[in-house]
């Protein structure tokens, strides 16, 4: 890990305009130094609530397309709910950063993409006609995983005659039924908590800076650093597991939606709008004005975009799935973590200090 410092000259700069323009606000100096409500309200308007949008249609279509095929099964509607669902799965890597207000309330993730599919249970979910996708227990057996194993992990015949076609039918609607409804859900929400996440500018635990950083620092370090790569390759046990890699039953989509995600978290870290045609103000962009540097002088904002760049550099020279890189080139997808996890320390430790909040969630991966 590197030292920062804080550059005094900029600070006082900065906190002078801060305190002169917005005396009413500064009721705590110590945690109202700056004012964090132009990057709020950038990350609200500009990416969060387009993103939930963008998720619901995408839902919306692939829906649509699973309910004709179910309606007529065949090669070509199987091909359309296929690319729907690719589709769908690839927005998903742009939203699931968002774990946090209506999102982390629902636990959204739950219903969406948690993997390896747990295959048994989506089977007896089908063999018995009875099942509720509320239940805990059925979080690794609906979501992103498992419509890949229902549309590609299973043949054709099985959704024509196959004595379970059936409930085979009515379970994959279920299933993107309630992707699609607790997506809406959040969306609508957000339209209501958006005033609520742009108001709360402070620096304490429920703050929308403290919830925000903690969601997003979570999901790089557990779900796209580990669960991505790390868990498959075994960085931490020291066992390859390609079998648990993201979208197993479509090996060829590992890598891209790896890419799109890693993408994502440096885009919504430089605040750019979800359509990727506006820069607002943004987590670097606060860091640049508390103006942390190393003892080279590099402000730590820049140095944190510098190694997330090498990290994406080293994930796109991976030339074959995932799933084959572990298996056939684990020295370089355990490179490809190394870059990853460089960028851990730079957000999870330097970058909560300098925002004077506090990490509020468990590291239980073991490393």
């Known amino acids: 890990m590197k030292k920062w410092y804080l550059f005094p ?38 990416y969060i609530t387009p993103a939930y949008t963008d998720m619901v249609v995408k839902l919306t279509e692939l829906k649509t397309k699973i309910d004709a095929f179910t309606t007529a099964p065949g090669p070509t509607t199987l091909q ?9 799965y690839i927005t998903w890597q742009k939203v699931d950063l968002l774990e946090f207000g209506p999102a982390e309330a629902i636990v959204l ?19 018995t006609g009875s099942f509720d996708l509320e239940q805990f227990g059925n979080r690794d057996a609906q979501g992103f995983p498992a419509l890949d194993y229902l549309l590609n992990g299973t043949t054709l015949d099985m959704y024509v005659s196959d004595a379970q076609a059936n409930n085979r039918k009515l379970y994959l609607q279920a299933v993107a039924a309630k992707m699609l409804e ?20 402070g620096t304490d635990v429920n703050s929308s800076l403290s919830q925000m950083v903690n969601a997003y620092v979570l999901y790089y370090e557990r779900y796209l650093r580990s669960g991505k790569i790390g868990l498959p390759v075994g960085a931490m046990t020291g066992v390859a597991k390609p079998e648990i890699v993201e979208a197993f039953y ?7 939606l790896a890419v799109t995600a890693l993408n994502s978290v440096l885009n919504f870290y430089k605040g750019k709008s979800y359509d990727g045609t506006t820069t607002g103000e943004s987590m670097k962009s606060y860091l640049a004005a508390l103006g942390t540097q190393d003892e080279n002088g590099v402000l730590m904002a820049e140095y944190t975009e510098t190694e997330m760049n090498a990290a994406i550099t080293s994930l796109n020279s991976l030339n074959t799935t995932i799933y084959n890189g572990v298996q056939n080139n684990r020295a370089q997808v355990l490179t490809i973590y190394d ?4 960028v851990v320390p730079l957000l999870k430790v330097d970058m909560v200090s300098a925002f004077s909040i506090s990490i509020t969630y468990t590291d239980n991966d073991g490393d």
């Open 339 to 342: 870059e990853l996890q460089d």
């Open 250 to 256: 479509s090996p060829d989509l590992s890598k891209e």
């Open 80 to 88: 359309s709910a296929q690319t729907a669902w690719r589709n769908a």
């Open 109 to 127: 993730r739950g219903y969406m993409n948690i993997y390896p599919v747990t295959t048994t249970k989506v089977n007896n979910n089908i063999a």
């Open 182 to 201: 607790k997506v809406t859900s959040v969306k609508n929400e957000w339209d209501a908590y958006k005033s609520t996440f742009v108001s709360a500018t």
């Open 9 to 46: 000259g900029l600070l006082l700069v900065v906190l002078t305009a801060a305190i002169s323009c917005n005396k009413e606000k500064n009721t705590n100096p110590g945690d109202n130094a700056l004012d964090r409500s132009p990057m709020l309200i950038n990350y609200a308007n500009n």
